[in-house]
């Protein structure tokens, strides 16, 4: 049964505009989430992370929001860069461990 | 640079061969872990290794066979594998383990099983 769900497989949007990638989880014990960013033919690079005691973090044009109630986060970047084409995946933690998505592939448009 | 090496970057070998896969972290962290990316599945945690020691052993198959000699390098040995084996293996260090942990991958290894 998967803890960290991205529902999403991929996501394509002009560049320029916002992008909206969306996370679900089921683990209540998770205390940090974070998000990966992963291009072609390499190793996946941190991003964005937020402890579950807050409900925003933002950094440059990435923020991460996160809903505890509903057990969902999401990462907007905004503006939309071509360079922003990669897939994303959404993490958390609890125990030590990491758990991850399967990753949303962003497509940003011309 | 990720300051994470991986090496071979691709790898094809047969169910009755043996390979091994290296990674070498140069970011003078303590924690290192093997992760299995699977098409359309999760990242996997495999095994976790801290300052050498095997901390995690995430029910993975006993052809399977890591080791950790130092901090810096992490071995994957491989044999009779089977073709669903086939994926790409992230190697990732960490400074600590049990604070927060922000990863660093490597490029990974591509492996084929035929």
């Known amino acids: 049964d998967q803890q960290v769900k991205q529902n999403s497989p991929s996501l394509s949007v002009q560049e320029g505009r916002i992008s909206i990638l969306n996370c679900d989880y089921t683990?209540?014990?998770?205390?940090?989430f974070l998000w990966y960013k992963k291009y072609p033919a390499e190793g996946p690079t941190f991003l964005i992370s937020?402890?579950?005691?807050?409900d925003k973090n933002e950094d440059g044009r990435f923020t991460v929001f996160l809903n505890k109630s509903a057990k969902h986060l999401s990462l907007h970047i905004v503006p939309s860069q071509p360079g922003d084409s990669a897939v994303y995946f959404c993490?958390?933690?609890?125990?030590?461990?990491?758990?991850f998505g399967k990753g949303t592939r962003l497509h940003i448009l011309p | 640079e990720t300051g994470v090496t991986q090496t071979p970057r691709h790898l094809v070998m047969g169910m009755t061969n043996k390979k091994s896969l290296k990674c070498e972290q140069h970011?003078?962290?303590?924690?290192m872990y093997w992760y299995k990316q699977s098409a359309k599945k999760p990242l996997e945690l495999m095994f976790v290794?801290?300052?050498?020691?095997?901390?995690e052993n995430n029910s993975v198959p006993s052809r399977f066979s890591p080791e950790c000699p130092n901090s810096s390098h992490l071995f994957l040995h491989l044999h009779t594998l089977q073709p669903e084996d086939s994926a790409l293996y992230l190697c990732?260090?960490?400074?600590?383990?049990?604070?927060?942990?922000?990863?660093?991958f490597g490029s990974g290894t591509q492996l084929s099983v035929l």
């Open positions: 990732a260090s960490s400074q600590g383990q049990g604070v927060l942990v922000k990863l660093f």
């Open positions: 683990n209540s014990m998770f205390d940090y």
């Open positions: 937020i402890s579950s005691i807050k």
């Open positions: 993490a958390a933690r609890a125990d030590d461990k990491i758990i």
């Open positions: 970011l003078g962290h303590n924690a």
């Open positions: 290794y801290n300052f050498k020691e095997q901390t």
